[in-house]
């Protein structure tokens, strides 16, 4: 068996061209938001902003459920945020 080259990461890293396929704008060379929105903010303390994800729904049970057992600290205002 022939033994291959290891590979050696290059000292400065370079963002290459896209491919142009069908996934190729959901990877960038940067973190963060594409932009600057306002976040709508509502009456309650609590502002819940969810994409309707299991995560963002296990949080909405959590409130809701405080708020059945008399919890008035878990009052909330949701707002639907799409992240695509």
């Known amino acids: ?13 370079t963002w290459d061209k896209e491919s142009g396929g069908r996934f190729a704008a959901i990877n ?3 973190a963060g938001p594409t932009h600057d929105k306002e976040l709508p903010v509502g009456r309650h303390p609590l502002q819940l902003y969810s994409l309707g994800t299991p ?5 909405t049970v959590m ?3 405080l708020l059945a057992l008399g919890r008035k600290e878990a ?10």
């Open 63 to 65: 409130l809701e459920e």
């Open 75 to 84: 009052e909330y205002d949701a707002w639907l945020i799409n992240i695509g």
């Open 28 to 30: 960038r060379p940067v």
């Open 55 to 59: 995560n963002g729904v296990k949080v």
């Open 1 to 13: 068996m022939t033994e291959t080259p290891k590979y050696a990461p290059p000292k400065v890293w």
